[in-house]
């Protein structure tokens, strides 16, 4: 059982930068799956960033060259560098990860992040 712990959320302009954590209560870097997912009020979930075991990335379109992936050299947290933000970003945003086929899935309770115009 691993437990994900999200911060970093809140309350910025338009513009602005915020920095998400995902915090595991053990090492995470045997995942298949590690990402940021985000849901909108009225929308579905959506994968907004995901990085593989080996480093390799992966961006939804609407965030690509603003938000950055990461993790750490423990393999135990996960963040998301979030710049130049939009109204548009406002969204309960959640960490994940999971085994290939997701019979192991795992989610952290979920950061707000609102985005003022």
């Known amino acids: 059982q691993v437990q994900l712990v999200e911060s970093g959320g809140g309350l910025v302009q338009a513009g602005g930068s915020l920095r998400l954590s995902c915090a595991a209560s053990?090492?995470?870097?045997?995942?298949?799956?590690m990402g940021w997912y985000r849901q909108a009020p009225g929308k579905q979930r959506e994968l907004v960033a995901a990085?593989?075991?080996?480093?390799?990335?992966n961006y939804a379109d609407s965030v690509r060259g603003r938000f950055t992936i990461s993790r750490d050299n423990a393999k135990t947290t996960m963040y998301l560098q979030m710049n130049s933000l939009k109204p548009e970003d406002t969204a309960v945003y959640y960490c994940?990860?999971?085994?290939?086929?997701?019979?192991?899935?795992?989610w952290g309770q979920g950061t707000q992040v609102t985005v003022s115009s």
């Open positions: 990085i593989s075991s080996v480093g390799s990335t």
């Open positions: 994940n990860v999971a085994n290939l086929l997701r019979t192991i899935d795992y």
């Open positions: 053990g090492s995470i870097f045997s995942f298949r799956h």
